[in-house]
């Protein structure tokens, strides 16, 4: 990626925030037919600069469309001039909070046409709403969310993890300790699945990727989320810079294999600032 992840990331969750604010807006809009006398007021408070022109009153029914536009141009002007405001677009339609506020916007739009409501909710009470919204009722928005994120904390692990259990190498006692810290019992497994041959030599990371499915997902394969979980990480841009990484990492290391391996805190603050054409 072109930009260091604090910034991505920052970006990121205020991108999701302004996508659902448009929704709102569109599903408010839609209900009464025109822009609310309220409204305006609302979104000149929240948006400076938006309403003063008048042009996005002209057409209430795209209100919703030209906040959105206001807020590339805007409130992610810099991210559009570096080359990265694709990526925020990208990502931010694939997280399952943006899916989980899409659904519930359909669900407001189509109960509010039904039953015109006699006030509408304040946008934070509608968006706490929105992020928890689940129509079928069979994940738990939340929990696959806390689901995905320490899914990719133990993905970065494996990657950190990963120049030892392909090098045929004795582990160091560091990164062991930390193995063990991390996934208790794993060494002392005795399945072939183990890290460290008889020799103690180290075998594939594969083999861990997938212990940690078992031991830490066990759960959520029985409730049948598991596949969401892998789905959702997998699309989280995190997860992808850590794999972008992980590959400039193994080849420095192929390189350079008697410099001191790092801590996991090392690797991991290098991979966040790690930046790409």
Known sequence: MRVPWGRFHKAYEAYLRWEALALWIRAIVKAEGSVPSWLPANLKKRCPGFI????????????????????????????????WLDALIFYGVRDLRSQSIWAY???????????????????????????KYNPSQDINVANVADAVERYIELKMFVCWL??????????????AGELERKCPG????????????????????????????????????KDGCFDMILIQARNHPLY????????????????????????LAQWRRAAENHVED
């Not at 469309?65 to 409130?75: A, C, G, P, S, T």
């Not at 039904?114 to 992020?131: Q, V």
């Not at 990963?162 to 990164?175: D, H, K, L, M």
């Open 186 to 221: 794993f060494l002392k497994s005795r399945n072939s699945d183990d890290l460290k041959s008889h020799e103690g030599k180290a075998r594939t990371g594969g083999h861990l990727m997938r212990w940690i499915d078992d031991h830490f997902f066990s759960q959520a394969k």
């Open 105 to 131: 916007w359909e669900h407001c739009e189509q109960e509010w046409h039904r039953r015109r409501p006699s006030s509408y909710p304040k946008f934070e009470n509608w968006l706490r709403l929105a992020r």
């Open 240 to 263: 992808v810079r850590i794999v972008q990484y992980s590959k400039h990492w193994n080849k420095s290391r192929l390189e350079n294999p008697t410099a001191v391996y790092p801590s």
């Open 162 to 175: 990963q120049p030892v259990a392909t090098a045929g190498i004795e582990v160091p006692r560091r990164v």
């Open 52 to 83: 003063e022109n008048k042009t996005p009153m002209n057409e209430p029914r795209l209100l919703g469309f030209r906040l959105q536009e206001w807020v590339h141009n805007q409130i992610f002007a810099h991210a559009r001039q570096e080359g």
